[in-house]
């Protein structure tokens, strides 16, 4: 890889992960935000939700509706952007076959990208037929998070024998304190949750190398990127439940503190941690979405463009 780049791929890391560190230094979280009500970002012209990474860079706007647009798509529906409006980024992942000069061996390279987006809200001329229908809310979020767990295909054994939360994978088994211990069934299920997490990276399930190595989270790991992944995958099963009070845990301060020395250090692992926690998000709802999964290297190029999504 030529130095220009390996420039170009700290520079993309670089630009998303400041674009979640800005929010960490004013005190919030993304993934403890709530989409429930605005809905899962989408496009406006494909429908299509966002994924990894983009579904907090997109909700953490907090908009009234997570619809988005580019700037093409925008001029093909007839529409403008509104004076001094800001464009969102989002990333995606583009595959260039390449030839190794001295083996001559082809292999496919994964290059981040980036583009823009515009929220409706931010646009003028959108025909009222092109945007997409309001999102359903769910009208009863613990009777909804009841039936994700049930519903979890390989659902690890869960008790309620211990005072604290955690997950076993050398067992497989999650502990949750019982129901009634917390100050409400939110918060009994944002716990669950987060095991049920953990518990996707089990050798028997996605076999998540953090996981694999994990005996029980520890102190000292309370910002790994697993815990990131339990977290971020935690937010999201909230949301589709229909949760709609953002998390505010006790520690938030400490915690947004923490996450953001965690990215000065890691340029890589937000976006790194959104991809697993989608994976983990889609095991859990037994959603099936064919894409490639990138690990990040340094045969990851990083470049920027505009496409449809």
């Not at 403008?80 to 083996?103: C, G, I, P, R």
């Not at 971020?232 to 947004?256: H, I, P, Q, W």
Request: hydrophobic share 35%.
């Amino acid at each position: 890889m030529s130095e220009n780049e390996k420039q170009k791929k700290a520079n993309v890391y670089s630009i998303i992960t400041s674009r979640i560190t800005k929010q960490l230094e004013q005190g919030v979280i993304p993934w403890q935000k709530s989409f429930a009500e605005s809905g899962l970002p989408q496009s406006v012209v494909t429908k299509r939700p966002y994924r990894g990474i983009n579904v907090w860079l997109l909700a953490m706007l907090s908009f009234p509706r997570n619809n988005f647009i580019t700037t093409k798509q925008l001029k093909e529906v007839g529409g403008v952007v509104k004076e001094e409006e800001k464009a969102a980024l989002v990333t995606f992942w583009n595959w260039k076959e390449v030839t190794d000069e001295q083996s001559g061996e082809s292999k496919n390279i994964p290059f981040l990208r980036y583009y823009t987006v515009y929220n409706s809200d931010q646009c003028d001329g959108i025909p009222d037929e092109v945007l997409p229908a309001p999102p359903v809310h769910v009208k009863n979020p613990v009777k909804q998070a009841e039936q994700t767990v049930l519903l979890m295909q390989q659902k690890p054994v869960i008790k309620h024998r211990e005072k604290k939360s955690f997950y076993d994978p050398c067992l497989d088994i999650i502990n949750v304190p019982k129901i009634d211990t917390f100050e409400s069934q939110e918060y009994y299920y944002r716990s669950l949750f987060h095991q049920l997490i953990h518990a996707t990276g089990h050798v028997s399930r996605l076999n998540r190398k953090e996981v694999m190595l994990m005996s029980e989270l520890r102190a000292d790991e309370s910002f790994s990127s697993e815990e990131l992944i339990a977290e971020m995958g935690t937010g999201y099963l909230m949301s589709v439940c229909g949760f709609t009070n953002d998390f505010v845990s006790k520690d938030k301060e400490v915690r947004a503190k923490g996450w953001l020395e965690k990215f000065k250090e890691n340029k890589q692992l937000v976006i790194y941690a959104g991809g697993k926690a989608q994976q983990a998000v889609d095991f859990i709802l037994n959603v099936s979405f064919k894409e490639k999964t990138v690990e990040p290297s340094t045969e990851t190029v990083a470049d920027k463009d505009e496409v449809p999504f």
